[in-house]
């Protein structure tokens, strides 16, 4: 089983910059890819890119220009660097992993955080 904490999710202005983080624990030795979403209040949950074991990334077409994916293995820590931020990019941000190498849609997932959330204004 694993557990993933995200983290640094705030209120920032438009125009700026936010990276979000994400601590996985527990049986992390076989945790292969790892994802973001978000979400807003009554829409559907938005995939934003997914990350493998080797680093490959994954992403949304609307926003690989503006977001990227990392992680640190060594350090159990998945990265969102999010930049040049509208307010539509506010919501709710999850963190997610599975134990497949590949997985994009949220179905693919087993695993996922509580959330943090981004508010752009």
Not at 44 to 70: M, N, P
Not at 94 to 104: E, G, H, Q
């Amino acid at each position: 089983h694993v557990q993933l904490v995200e983290s640094g999710g705030e209120s920032v202005q438009a125009g700026g910059s936010l990276r979000l983080s994400c601590v996985a624990s527990g049986a992390t030795q076989d945790i292969g890819c790892m994802g973001w979403f978000r979400q807003v209040p009554g829409l559907e949950r938005e995939g934003i890119g997914s990350i493998d074991s080797d680093g490959i990334t994954t992403y949304a077409d609307s926003l690989k220009a503006r977001f990227t994916i990392s992680r640190v293995n060594a350090k159990n820590t998945l990265y969102l660097q999010m930049n040049s931020l509208t307010v539509e990019d506010t919501a709710m941000y999850y963190c997610t992993a599975d134990y497949s190498d590949y997985a994009v849609d949220s179905y693919e997932f087993e695993y996922w955080g509580q959330g943090t959330q981004v508010t752009v204004s």
